[in-house]
C-alpha cells in the first residue's frame, strides 16, 4: 500500500536534521518516508523478524489485550500494556 502523499525531500546536508518542510509535513499528516533511510537488507532482517513474530504468535497464553485511545475505557490485561515499552507485544482493536 502506497501512501497517498509524498513527503517533503530531504535536507541535502543531512546532518542538520529534518527541514522546516518535513517537521511541518509530519506535524499534519502523522507520518515522513524517508527514502533509503534503512538498507534492503535491514528492511529485509525487519521483515523476517516480523514475520517470525506473528507465525509464532499464540492465541493460548495471551491476555487478549484491548487497545482504546479512549480515556473511559480500561486495558483489559492493564500490566500486559503497561510493561509493554521494552518489549514486543501484541494488542487488538476495540471492536474487532
Keep these: 500500500m502506497s501512501p497517498s502523499r509524498v513527503s ?5 546536508d543531512l546532518s542538520s536534521g529534518l527541514t ?7 506535524d ?4 515522513l518516508l524517508i527514502p533509503d533511510a534503512l538498507s534492503q537488507d535491514v528492511v529485509k532482517e525487519l ?3 516480523s514475520n517470525r513474530l506473528l507465525n509464532d504468535f499464540s492465541l493460548e497464553d495471551h491476555p487478549m489485550t484491548k487497545f482504546s485511545t479512549g480515556e473511559k475505557s480500561d ?13 514486543v507485544r501484541f494488542f487488538f482493536e476495540e471492536g474487532q
Excluded: I
Excluded at 517533503?8 to 541535502?12: E, G, K, N
Excluded at 499534519?28 to 507520518?31: E, F, I, L, Q, V
Design 47 to 49: 521483515h523476517d523478524e
Design 28 to 31: 499534519t499528516n502523522g507520518y
Design 75 to 87: 486495558h483489559v490485561g492493564d500490566s500486559y500494556f503497561l510493561e509493554s515499552g521494552d518489549k
Design 8 to 12: 517533503p525531500p530531504p535536507a541535502s
Design 20 to 26: 522546516k518542510e518535513q517537521l511541518e509535513f509530519w
